[in-house]
């Protein structure tokens, strides 16, 4: 699916815009063009009704929506049913949606363009507003068939190589952001204005005196909740099968619905383990099971490929671009089990917070000494070391992460699912005691006791890092054998091409940084003093 759009009549330009959807007819989107305002929503997967993603309120035009994503708790025609919970509650409607989703909603009566992203921010949206007109699209490469002037935004490519996100919705392109998640952004159409109405999801009270046997049942129920509803309207799906405990338990509780499952695994350099309770596992609930090889210096060669459809320099996305090119087949959705690090407090329960932060500010200090004077947050850090937060930063990331693999996966057709990405999940264990996560030093305590009530069997591994076979471990020998390869392909990368920066030296950038932290000792002693091993 893609969305886009922008604040002025110019079918011409819709249809350029729709036109960079590979293998995709203009004559195949859905459009609307009013006075002042053009929307356009095209199904890249061909299936599905339209008036899911797609809805005008009557033959006026007084309203139109176009939808990027799933709403779970609405029965039929998502975007026809938020239009209709738009007239009836206002802006209110949105806590009443539940699901991982992107919407631009148009009012022509109120005269605003209403942009909305799901608490997580699952799905992309992106702006460029330049002389008072907006536009926008759920992939980057729509925007550029504006004539935008095309420059890297080096603020955010910095922020990106220290912290694994960027602050103040910064895309690398500069003049383009990302709509904010969790917060109707408002664009008034006639004083050209952005506003940001007073809103605060729904949250749980802060209390909560459940037994710790009641809250790993609440914890159970909410998670088989939200597994259930994400694969409600399949009838074959794909499973990242790691053979850890997080992905373990989504198999035990989708393996009685009626649907064909694919499971697969990655071999990896330090996984047996994993792989042996993975095929295990997929053998006794009658899964598809495969274990995929992918090189290094294999992935390193869809690495121009990646970039382009990520739409950013994130050098680990190669080797996820490759996986999922291998694992193509029939289903149409495959279901990641990420996120109980962040959420289960997974990592904090073995990160040595004052380690964490020497190790932050000497990166801002020593390999980019250029921040501490432009970047207004690492003059902060460096001000208040003690203000840095493991958690709110690993957290970050992991969100600026599975938008990536969201990208990364609808250009192969397929789409992205996160069971354990579950605003109602969330909010229930913001309620719980911190030391009931990290009971007698047992990183996700909670998961773990729900496995252990359902006889699951795993490889009971702490995992330390960010690290796993999903990450590139490549040498500086290989890359420059392999480098002169891959760089007449990035050069040619039609996404970077008139940038002032040459996005083949920044990449050269992103992978040696990488590739030399693997490679010295500094990485290892910092590795101990981060963790506790």
Not at 153 to 166: D, H, K, P, R, Y
Not at 335 to 351: D, N, P, Q, R, V
């Given at each position: ?44 997967l061909h299936n599905g009704d339209p008036r899911n993603n797609f809805a005008v309120c009557d033959g006026k035009k007084t309203i139109a929506l176009i939808l990027e994503g799933h709403i779970y708790n609405t029965r039929d025609f998502a975007a026809e049913s938020i239009i209709w ?72 490519l910095v922020e990106q190589s220290i912290l694994g996100f960027t602050y103040n919705d910064k895309t690398i392109f500069s003049g383009i952001y990302s709509l904010p998640a969790g917060i109707p952004t408002l664009f008034d159409l006639k004083t050209q204005a952005f506003s940001y ?54 198999a035990d509780i989708i393996r009685n619905n009626k649907i064909r499952v694919n499971a697969y695994s990655l071999k990896g350099q330090k996984n047996r383990a994993d792989l042996f309770y993975a095929a295990k596992n997929a053998q006794k609930y009658g899964f598809q099971h495969q ?243």
């Amino acid at each position: 699916m893609a969305i886009f759009g922008f604040s002025e009549d110019n079918p011409g330009l819709l249809d350029r815009m729709t036109g960079y959807l590979k293998g995709q007819k203009p004559g195949k989107a859905y459009k609307f063009c009013a006075k002042n305002i053009c929307l356009a929503y095209a199904d890249k997967l061909h299936n599905g009704d339209p008036r899911n993603n797609f809805a005008v309120c009557d033959g006026k035009k007084t309203i139109a929506l176009i939808l990027e994503g799933h709403i779970y708790n609405t029965r039929d025609f998502a975007a026809e049913s938020i239009i209709w919970l738009y007239k009836e509650y206002g802006l209110d409607f949105i806590k009443r949606l539940e699901g991982e989703f992107t919407f631009v909603l148009y009012d022509s009566l109120a005269g605003k363009l209403i942009f909305y992203r799901d608490e997580f921010g699952t799905k992309p949206l992106y702006y460029s507003y330049k002389n008072g007109k907006i536009i926008f699209a759920s992939e980057i490469k729509a925007i550029f068939r504006h004539p935008l002037k095309r420059e890297f935004n080096l603020e955010a490519l910095v922020e990106q190589s220290i912290l694994g996100f960027t602050y103040n919705d910064k895309t690398i392109f500069s003049g383009i952001y990302s709509l904010p998640a969790g917060i109707p952004t408002l664009f008034d159409l006639k004083t050209q204005a952005f506003s940001y109405p007073s809103y605060r999801p729904k949250k749980g009270s802060r209390k909560n005196n459940l037994t710790e046997l009641e809250i790993i049942q609440r914890t159970e129920k909410l998670i088989v909740e939200s597994s259930q509803r994400k694969i409600a309207s399949e009838k074959e799906i794909g499973l990242y099968l790691s053979g850890g405990v997080d992905s373990t338990l989504i198999a035990d509780i989708i393996r009685n619905n009626k649907i064909r499952v694919n499971a697969y695994s990655l071999k990896g350099q330090k996984n047996r383990a994993d792989l042996f309770y993975a095929a295990k596992n997929a053998q006794k609930y009658g899964f598809q099971h495969q274990i995929i090889a992918i090189k290094e210096t294999e992935a390193l060669r869809f690495l121009p490929a990646a970039c382009y459809h990520v739409e950013n320099i994130w050098f680990q996305m190669a080797k996820v671009y490759l996986f999922l090119h291998k694992i193509k087949g029939n289903q149409r959705v495959n279901l990641w089990g990420i996120g109980t690090e962040e959420f289960f407090k997974g990592l904090a329960s073995h990160i040595n917070q004052e380690g964490f932060r020497n190790y932050l500010t000497n990166r801002i200090t020593k390999k980019y000494p250029q921040a501490k004077i432009v970047l207004p947050w690492a003059q902060e850090m460096l001000r208040h070391p003690a203000k840095i937060m493991f958690d709110e930063i690993a957290l970050r990331t992991l969100l600026y992460q599975i938008r990536l693999i969201y990208q990364v996966s609808a250009s192969v057709n397929q789409e992205a699912r996160f069971p354990y990405l579950s605003q109602k999940i969330r909010n229930f264990l913001e309620q719980i005691p911190q030391k009931l996560h990290t009971q007698n030093a047992n990183p996700k305590y909670i998961i773990r006791q729900i496995a252990k009530t359902r006889g699951l069997k795993y490889n009971n591994r702490f995992k330390l890092g960010f690290d796993t076979s999903l990450d590139m471990e490549v040498t500086a020998k290989s890359l420059r054998e392999l480098f002169p390869k891959i760089k007449p392909k990035l050069k040619n990368l039609k996404l970077f091409s008139g940038l002032k920066f040459n996005a083949e030296e920044i990449i050269c950038l992103d992978i040696l940084d990488r590739v030399m932290l693997k490679e010295t000792n500094h990485y290892s002693q910092d590795l101990q003093t981060i963790y506790r091993i």
